[in-house]
Structure formats: C-alpha cells, structure tokens
C-alpha cells in the first residue's frame, strides 16, 4: 500500500515562509507525477503543484512565482511556500499519480494569520 506522509505544516504570519515535505513509501520515480493539492474552509479541493518524473514542474497561477516543488533522492518531495498569503490557509495533501490513479496523504494544516 502506497503511503504518504506530510509534515512541516503550521502557524505563520503573512509575509512568511513554511516548507511542506511528503515522505513516500514507494521509489516516486514509479509514479506519473508527484503534487500537492490544498483545501480551505468551506471551499474545493484545487491543485498546487505537480513534477513529473522528468522534473518539469506546474503551478497554479495564484501561486507562480511564490512557491516552489522539488524532490531529494527517491523518497522526499517539497512544497517551499514564500510570501505566504492569508488566501493560502488550507489542509495541504501531497498526492501521488500512475496513470489514473492518485493516491493521497493525510494532510497538513497551513495557517497564514497575524
């Protein structure tokens, strides 16, 4: 069974930086594409960011520029978050893709508050 465990999640002020790791059972060079997807209060669940296996990466618009999705070795993926923004207050998931198939982490709550 494919697990996904994020960490690195937690209170910070607007302005300021977190970063999210996803630490996966399996070798992530098995999958499609690698991602993470966020969910605030009240609202759907919207994609982030995504790096295939050949490392091109894709981003939301609303976070261009802002954040960034990398991996280390064959286990580890990253979602650096700078400039954070009130609007970014959400559970963050780290997902993984074979083909039709996304399997999900538990989530990690992001909080951007004074």
């Known amino acids: 069974q494919v697990q996904l465990v994020e960490s690195g999640g937690g209170l910070v002020q607007p302005g300021g930086s977190l970063r999210l790791a996803c630490y996966a059972s399996e070798n992530i060079f098995n999958f499609n594409a690698m991602g993470w997807y966020r969910q605030a209060s009240g609202k759907e669940r919207e994609l982030v960011a995504t790096?295939?296996?050949?490392?091109?990466t894709n981003y939301a618009d609303y976070v261009k520029g802002r954040f960034t999705i990398s991996r280390e070795g064959a286990n580890i993926v990253y979602l650096q978050m700078n400039n954070l923004e009130p609007g970014d207050t959400a559970v963050y998931y780290c997902t993984a893709r074979l083909m039709s198939r996304t399997y999900w982490g538990q989530g990690a709550q992001v909080a951007v508050s004074s």
């Open positions: 790096i295939n296996v050949g490392g091109t």
